[in-house]
């Protein structure tokens, strides 16, 4: 995505445009048509007894699983209630913030809600969300963060998606996301991977994700350093719960560490200049270490 200099953008943004669903869910996905079969249910009950004014778009990165023909299927067949697709590219390695812009250029929501394959809506994941974007007027700079839960997959595959089944496989530990309160300050300036709501337009104004960041790691990080510098909010809302399928942890690339630490000093002066009191303390270990 370039960044669109010459476009204007207003500060506040009305209720919902007629025609257009309020919020795109893009979930990111690579081989795991198990996961995205079970994502479907999952916002199905969403649909039923929730909130129907959303899409749901596959960020595909070149699954080999068939996961872009069972959506083909399941669209032509008009199977579920809520409009769905996929956007796919061949696999070339890890580059999941590109199929991500792409998904988020075809998007036609007012918000994006960033989702990975592998995380289930509850019941408290859109309510708080909702809330926040159901004002009268909403800045477009807000953008807010929800937390996640681990649950045990083992006991979810084979069962019908159901609160109840939810949480009979929640693991004990909690994400340490649910610690964190508002942001700034607070001690991680960063957009988790998922359960990240923002509008769609500023977005796409302020240059989408970064695509010199080739594998995993860190991307995140940069990307709300750059909303904040751009003067954007970012509020973590401890009651928007997900539930993600519990995993060994993922190392971040160096690679990317290294084009983080090249960008990071212009980018932290100007979140200096708006948030005195940013705490620049190195960037915390990429791993998801748990209170006890």
Same mark, same amino acid.
């Given at each position: 995505m370039e960044k669109r200099k010459e476009q204007v953008l207003p500060?506040?943004?009305?209720?919902?445009?007629?025609?257009?669903?309020?919020?795109?869910?893009?979930?990111?996905?690579?081989?795991?048509?198990?996961?995205?079969k079970y994502n479907l249910k999952a916002y199905r009950w969403v649909y039923d007894n929730q909130f129907q004014d959303f899409e749901i778009i596959f960020a595909d990165d070149g699954s080999k699983d068939g996961t872009d023909k069972y959506i083909e299927e399941i669209t032509t067949r008009q199977i579920f209630p809520f409009p769905v697709q996929c956007v796919w590219h061949e696999d070339r390695g890890f580059r999941r913030a590109l199929i991500q812009n792409k998904a988020i250029e075809?998007?036609?929501g007012q918000y994006v809600l960033i989702m990975d394959v592998d995380t289930f809506p509850g019941e408290m994941t859109f309510?708080?969300? !909702? =809330?926040?974007?159901?004002?009268?007027? +909403?800045?477009?700079?807000?953008?807010?963060?929800g937390i996640r839960w681990k649950v045990n997959w083992e006991k979810l595959k084979d069962k019908p998606y159901s609160l109840e089944n939810i949480h009979r496989s929640i693991i004990k530990a909690k994400d340490f996301r649910g610690w964190i309160r508002n942001i700034p300050p607070a001690p991680y300036y960063t957009f988790s991977g998922v359960n990240v709501l923002f509008n769609r337009i500023r977005f796409i104004a302020m240059g989408g994700n970064p695509?010199?960041?080739?594998?995993?790691?860190?991307?995140?990080?940069?990307?709300?350093?750059k909303w904040l510098g751009e003067g954007g909010t970012i509020t973590a809302l401890n009651d928007s719960i997900c539930f993600h399928v519990d995993h060994s942890n993922t190392e971040g690339g160096l690679d990317n560490y290294l084009k983080l630490?090249? !960008? =990071?000093?212009?980018?932290?002066?100007? +979140?200096?200049?708006?948030?005195?009191?940013?705490?620049?303390?190195?960037?915390?270990?990429?791993?998801?270490?748990?209170?006890?």
């Open positions: 500060t506040l943004l009305p209720g919902n445009v007629v025609g257009k669903p309020r919020i795109s869910i893009i979930v990111s996905t690579y081989n795991q048509l198990s996961y995205v075809e998007a036609r309510p708080p969300l !909702l =809330e926040k974007i159901s004002r009268p007027f +909403v800045e477009l700079k807000e953008a807010y963060m695509q010199s960041f080739n594998g995993f790691g860190y991307e995140d990080y940069y990307i709300a350093l630490r090249e !960008l =990071e000093g212009r980018l932290l002066r100007r +979140v200096k200049q708006m948030f005195p009191d940013y705490n620049d303390a190195p960037y915390p270990d990429r791993r998801e270490t748990r209170p006890a």
